[in-house]
């Protein structure tokens, strides 16, 4: 009898280890650091303000630290929102800020002023205007 169980427990170990490879393959192996800001998938998380069209992903929000789980991290939520806040790391995204120079109010705007608005028309259902611009002589349709 001992002879068959030890054989069982080796099949079961070794389908284990199967599926071990399987699962493996598709995981992420992510660090995330005290003060990191993350975007978090609300896709399964009850907020009140989860609505079909909500943004799936949400945030940024600041990693307070790891959790006693591995593979969770703590993070800095709103009080508003009712949620446990210790998550896994497949529901985590790091956030990456826009450099200053793409941030749309400091990009620099155009200085193009209109002389004279020609002719107004809608084309296929759309507003489109013939005009003239400061500055130049020729006609452009915009």
């Given at each position: 009898?001992?002879?068959?169980?030890?054989?069982?427990?080796?099949?079961?170990?070794?389908?284990?280890?199967?599926?071990?490879?399987?699962?493996?393959?598709?995981?992420?192996?992510?660090?995330?650091?005290?003060?990191?800001?993350?975007?978090?998938?609300?896709?399964?998380?009850?907020?009140?303000?989860?609505?079909?069209?909500?943004?799936?992903?949400?945030?940024?929000?600041?990693?307070?630290g790891p959790a006693a789980a591995?593979?969770?991290?703590?993070?800095?939520?709103?009080?508003?929102?009712?949620?446990?806040?210790?998550?896994?790391v497949d529901r985590l995204r790091?956030?990456?800020?826009?450099?200053?120079?793409?941030?749309?109010?400091?990009?620099?705007?155009?200085?193009?002023?209109?002389?004279?608005?020609?002719?107004?028309?809608?084309?296929?259902?759309r507003p489109s205007c013939l005009?003239?611009?400061?500055?130049?002589?020729?006609?452009?349709?915009?």
């Amino acid at each position: 009898m001992d002879h068959v169980t030890g054989e069982v427990r080796g099949l079961l170990h070794e389908v284990q280890e199967v599926w071990k490879r399987g699962r493996d393959r598709g995981r992420r192996d992510v660090v995330f650091q005290v003060g990191d800001e993350v975007l978090l998938d609300t896709t399964f998380t009850p907020l009140p303000s989860r609505g079909l069209l909500s943004a799936r992903w949400q945030g940024p929000f600041k990693v307070i630290g790891p959790a006693a789980a591995p593979n969770t991290y703590q993070l800095e939520l709103p009080l508003t929102w009712r949620a446990h806040n210790e998550f896994n790391v497949d529901r985590l995204r790091r956030y990456i800020r826009a450099p200053d120079w793409m941030v749309a109010d400091r990009l620099p705007r155009p200085s193009h002023e209109v002389s004279q608005v020609l002719r107004f028309r809608n084309r296929r259902g759309r507003p489109s205007c013939l005009v003239r611009w400061v500055g130049e002589d020729t006609l452009r349709d915009s």
